[in-house]
Structures are given as C-alpha cells and as structure tokens.
C-alpha cells in the first residue's frame, strides 16, 4: 500500500520502482517479460530520443495503437520530458482521428503497423495533409522501405541510447511540474464533439494513490488489464495504478472472454479490472469451460451501472471481491468506491463513498445540498479534479464553478452512511407529466426481461405528456418479442410513467467508441422513425396486469 504523497509525477513513480524493486517483472505481454528496470530504461531512451527529434515541454505527443507495451513505454517516456499525452481509441476512423490530433495541436504521433485488423499508417496518411502543427510519426514495428517519412520506433531509442545518460537530458527531463498538463484525454463525445480534458500530474497520482489505499495493492500484485490505455480506466488505473506499489502489469491487445479468463489462470492474476459487460462475457464463458481464477483477489468494475446479480456471481463463481467505482474523466477518473471490507449489501448495490481526499456532495439546480436521501446532481472537488477543458474555457466555467467544484452532470442520492448510488445523467432525465424518471432505473428493470439483451431509454415530445419515455431493444438470441409483450409485461409493476410508450425492436445502439451509447443520436433516431409512421405509440392492455413483480418471469 502507498503512503499519501501528491507531489510526484507520473515518471517519479517509475524512477522510484527501477531503483527499489529493479528486477520486479513490470509487464507481460505474451511471451515478453519486462522488468521494471527494463521499462524505465527504454522509457528514458524513448524520451531522449523525442527530444532529439524535436518534441519539448507541453507539446502534444499522440498516442494510437493497441495495449502494446510500447504504449506503456511511451506513458513514461512522454511524462519525463514534460510533454502532454493525447491518448487515440483505436476504433477511430480518420475524421476523428484527425479532429483529436487537429484539436489538441499534437507534433508528432506515435502508432504500429497494422494490428487486429487496424491500418493506422493509411489513416494517418489521409488525414495529414490536413494537421499542419504533425511534424513526426513514429511507427513501432514494420514499415515499407519506400516510407521514409516515417521514423521506426527502434531508430528512435536508438537515438536516445546515448544521451539518456548525459547532463543535459537530465536537466532537460526535471523541468516538469506536478501541476503541469500530462494528458488530455478527449471525452466519448455522447452528448457531441468531444472535449478534451486537461489533467495534471498531480491529478493522475493522487487519484491513482487513493485508489489504492482501498483495493490495498501490494508489489504482489499482478492486474490484468483488459480495458483499452486510451481510456483513464486503463492508463491510469491499470498502468499508473499498478506503478504506485510496482505490482505487474499484464494487458491485453482487445477484450476476448476467453483469452483473459486464460491469463488469469497462466498468470496467476489477482486483479482484474473491467466494465460490467466484460465481466459478463467471462461469466458466460465460465458456464461451458473451467478455468482456474482461484488467484483473484479484488478489481474495479465501473464505465456503467453493473447488476447486482453480476456483481454476485463474479464474487462466488471468479473469487473476485470487486469494488463497485464510479467516477469520469475530468475526475481523474475516480470519485467514489467500495472498500473491500464494506458491508455486502453496499458493495451490491451502491457505488461506495468518496475517496479518501475527495470532497462530494449532493446538490439542487441551484447548487445548494439536497436532504439526505434525495436524487440531485453529484459535485466533486478536489486534488484530482482537472485544470480543465483545453481551448474551451466556456465549457470550463460551466463545469467547474467558482469554488472549485466539479459538476458531474450525473445524478444520484446518499444514504445515512454516506453511500452513494447512481441514478442516472441530469440531461438524459425526463419528465413524464411532471413525474420523474431516470433511464437507467428503467433500463435496470427491463434488462430483467429474459427477452431482453439490451435497452436504451430516451425521451421523445408527447402533446399530452410533455414527453414518454421510448426504448431501443436488442433481443436475446433465441428468443422472440414485441413491443407490445414488453409493455404488458412491465403494466402494474411499475409506474406507468415509466413504461415506454415506443419500442424499437432490433434497432441498432448508436455507441461511443467507449462503450456509452449517444442517447443524444438515438433520440434522435426514433423521433425519426416516428415522424414518418414506421413506429406506432403503444397503450399497455390491462390483460396482464401484475403486482409485486408476482408470477413475472426473470433471467436467472
């Protein structure tokens, strides 16, 4: 477990582990094996070599490829010369690759060769006659003779291979601060473009530092980080996690069910973070084929709401004690969590209490705290919260007020023990003849459906109610059901306001690259397609009337 320190940065934490645990193995990746000496070594290689190239303090280095350990390399290497990661999810397609490199200014970005299917040089080569600040792109891995445009990754740590021991890389890599920009993440883009959030040093290692005094990680540790390290989830709370203690990291290049329960059992992994859905892919796998999870200690599960359920069976079927997190980018990520020796039923059912550190609060439109028990906006305020919006300064203002609080958007409610639950986002709430009601109240309930694999709410203008709610539904394979099933199913057992009074069946979620689906897309979608007749409003029949839930048929 680390000691409270928030004036390190990223590489601090690097150079602390080479020179205390040198041959403690860092990373697995496949069959290479990485201590942390290693790591540190080829990271001051990287970072001369970017300093011989050009690249200085606060200049933007983008970072677009898969959970190679190169991107690892790079996390480090970027931090110790004081420049500014920009992270590239790397399901973009050129026009958003090019507004993230184009809006964040970046000199130089660093990809591989084509991996999992995925062309980043011929991107690249598309969108950047377009970029005129991309001066560099490096390449890890093969690149075409005739490309000499291109700068190999190896080249580069070869140019580095010398000057990282000399006086002036040393004075040139101790000119960055812990208040200085690290990385400027770029938001999913739900509710439109993409806003890119600035987070110092200082917001990184504290928040990872007070994650880890409640999943206590030890040097013992080996995480399994099957999320992507474009997103906070996995550069900061798989790699920069992991460093606060020197556990091993051990990623993987996408997310298969299989191939992770396998690293589990071959690696003897004791932590694994993930999003709910991942978690449920391993538990669907577990059904048919025994793997060995017996090592897993603890993990953070968050991105979305994770069922109870879920939660239960990854505690009795894997062995894995997970905490229930919640937070957002522009937090650092994390706001509230489980600690592991929480009661049972909160770790359930409840997104835990606010990091140690950390201030929250509940709060009313007007900003003022709501009673205890009541749904308002969640605020948070403290050492991880971001400088900001970058090049937005009016996004800014409006998400960070005066006083120094982070308005979240989200919406919630605490308990008499300090707890916190998510109910939903203040902008997806809808108001249904003044009643209100939280999609992922609703969506929680009829993913209940056994019919049921998937379900967005949104709401659509109604004359009489001022707006009804309306679901998008993917259906479970092998099962049948209409919109109409649906609604009689739910009549009776909860409020009628709640019940959608329009139901896509087998429209396709517009989701995020992240996993979040646009419900900003997908009002839009179905306000379409009732606009021109092709989905009719529903009525429930009073045929099917049920209370309590009785006789109601649920996936088990």
């Known amino acids: 477990m680390a000691y409270k320190d928030y004036n ?10 080479a020179m205390v645990f040198p041959t403690k193995e860092a990373v697995v990746v496949g069959d290479r094996r990485y201590s942390y000496f290693d790591l540190n070594e080829e990271a001051n290689r990287l970072a001369a070599g970017l ?4 690249v200085r303090r606060d200049d933007k280095v983008a970072i677009w490829m898969h959970n190679l350990y190169e991107w690892v390399v790079a996390w480090f290497a970027v931090a110790k010369i004081g420049a500014v990661v920009v992270p590239m999810d790397t399901w973009y397609k050129p026009s958003e690759a090019e507004y993230i490199m184009g809006h964040s200014e970046s000199v130089c970005v660093i990809t591989s060769e084509e991996t999992e299917g995925v062309d980043f040089i011929s991107m690249i080569d598309a969108v950047s006659p377009r970029l005129p600040n991309l001066e560099h792109v490096i390449v890890v891995g093969r690149i075409p003779p005739a490309r000499k445009d291109l700068t190999p990754y190896q080249s580069l740590l070869q140019w580095g291979r010398d000057w990282k021991d000399s006086l002036s890389f040393q004075e040139a890599i101790r000119v960055k601060g812990v208040d200085d920009v690290a990385f400027i993440l770029y938001t999913s883009g739900t509710t439109g473009k993409p806003k890119g959030a600035m987070l110092t040093h200082r917001n990184i290692t504290s928040n990872a530092i007070e994650v880890d005094l409640v999943l206590r990680i030890t040097r013992d540790d080996r995480v399994l980080i099957p999320v992507p390290f474009s997103h906070a989830f996995g550069s900061i709370l798989g790699i920069t996690l992991a460093a606060v203690n020197a556990a091993t990291m051990v990623p993987t290049i996408g997310f298969d069910p299989e191939e992770s329960l396998r690293m589990i059992e071959k690696e003897g992994i004791t932590i694994c973070h993930g999003v709910p859905t991942m978690f449920i892919r391993m538990l669907n796998v577990l059904e048919h084929k025994d793997y060995d999870t017996s090592t897993l200690r603890t993990g953070i599960v968050a991105g979305a709401p994770c069922p109870r359920e879920v939660m239960e069976d990854v505690m009795d079927i894997m062995g894995c004690n997970l905490s229930n997190a919640y937070g957002e980018t522009e937090a650092g990520p994390i706001i509230t969590a489980n600690r592991l020796d929480d009661p049972l039923e909160k770790r359930l059912t409840t997104v835990g209490r606010p990091l140690p550190g950390l201030e929250a609060h509940i709060v009313d439109d007007d900003n003022k705290p709501v009673k205890q028990g009541d749904v308002g906006e969640i605020v948070a305020r403290g050492v991880n919260i971001m400088k900001g919006y970058f090049k937005d300064t009016d996004s800014t203002d409006t998400t960070i007020d005066k006083k120094g609080w982070l308005h979240t958007g989200d919406l919630g409610m605490m308990d008499e023990e300090g707890f916190y639950y998510i109910v939903g986002r203040k902008k997806d709430m809808l108001i249904v003849g003044g009643f209100n009601v939280y999609p992922p109240e609703v969506e929680a309930y009829f993913i209940e459906h056994p019919g049921v694999l998937d379900i967005s709410i949104v709401g659509i203008p109604d004359k009489d109610l001022g707006e009804v709610p309306a679901a998008a539904v993917h259906v479970t394979p092998g099962e049948s059901l209409t919109g109409q099933e649906l609604i009689d199913w ?18 396709e979620l517009p989701y995020s690259g992240r996993g979040k689906v646009q419900k900003f897309i997908l009002r839009d979608q179905l306000h379409e397609l009732i606009e021109g007749k092709e989905l009719d409003k529903l009525v429930p029949t009073e045929a099917k009337k049920k209370k309590g839930g009785k006789g109601k048929a649920k996936k088990k």
């Open 51 to 54: 300093l011989k190239m050009g």
């Open 490 to 507: 739910a009549y009776g057992d909860i409020a009628s306001a709640k019940i959608p009074r329009y139901v896509a069946i087998g429209h």
């Open 8 to 17: 390190l940065t990223i590489s601090d934490l690097l150079e602390r582990d």
